[in-house]
């Protein structure tokens, strides 16, 4: 038998390194899926917190994918602008979206919220088949595209400010902010609650994201106004490579003016992670997660798992 090539990983090695070490994704969404192990109650956090670093490490994988795997980067945005405001109220299902909108348009515009939606019958289906390792890999994902969910960047096609002047707002909110302050954070939340209506949760958090965007461009571009560029940037020594990033002083300015608005969306991701987790569980019965199988993974994928963390820690400073 061959050995199994996991080329995505191979891929990330080549191309995508310095991506996820700058992104979101590699800091803020690990920090969201371990600290949605501790909303949940017993018996689940415990099964849970047996496997956190799977949970944890793998929160990364949606963002590795979307770069090698056709139909993976829709699944992480929604261009309201697109669909317009009124979607936010309409709540389309998923198959009333495909009969009103082109199959390339929802590509093309993300299918953000119906995809979540539809992954939380995929991770009840496993619950209900005590599937331990399908289980971990669709609750990382889960965790994933819910932090994305409370992203305000990832429903407007402004994603980047690159349609006003202000290309790079998206990394200095999604990830210098929360590099420089999330240490100070509040992530107490109580514990996980059951969720009956999974559509009205999902799609209430969009527009939660979508009423910040102008708050998120507004703020950033009137401070722009007040700094000087040498000010608004600053140079710092990212593994031995002098890079170019937001400076903390404006970095502080930009995130005292949006009133807590980056710990208010991670707290929320959080929570809400936790909530879907739990009701996933729940809906599949509550099955004795005691009596689960332990996920087995080949040695190709041990290995590979192994070599991609001793790259991410050799070339990141997380």
Known sequence: MKKPCFWWIKALFIGFILILCTSWGFFAHKEINKMAVFTLPQPLMSFYKEHLDVVREQAVNPDKRRYIVSGEAPKHYMDIEYYTDSILLYRPTWYEACQKYPADSLQAHGILPWNLIRLTYRLTDAFKHRDAKTILKLSADMGHYVGDLHVPLHTTKNYNGQLTGQHGIHGLWESRLPELFAHNYN??????????????????????????????????LRLQKKFTEDKIFSYEDHNGQSVR??????????????????????????????DLWYTCWVN?????????????????????????????NENCSH
């Open 187 to 220: 992530y107490y939340l109580g514990e996980a609650t059951y969720r009956p209506n999974i559509q009205k949760e999902v799609w209430d958090a969009l527009a939660e994201s979508r009423a910040c965007v102008d708050s998120v461009l507004s703020i950033e």
């Open 284 to 312: 599949a019965g509550k099955p004795d997660v005691h009596t689960f199988a332990a996920p087995v993974y080949s040695d190709a994928e041990l290995e590979e798992i192994t070599a991609l963390k001793k790259t991410i």
């Open 245 to 274: 990033v937001y400076s903390v002083a404006f970095s502080e300015a930009y995130h005292a003016s949006m009133n807590d608005m980056v710990q208010k969306r991670m707290r929320a991701a959080i929570k809400l992670t936790g």
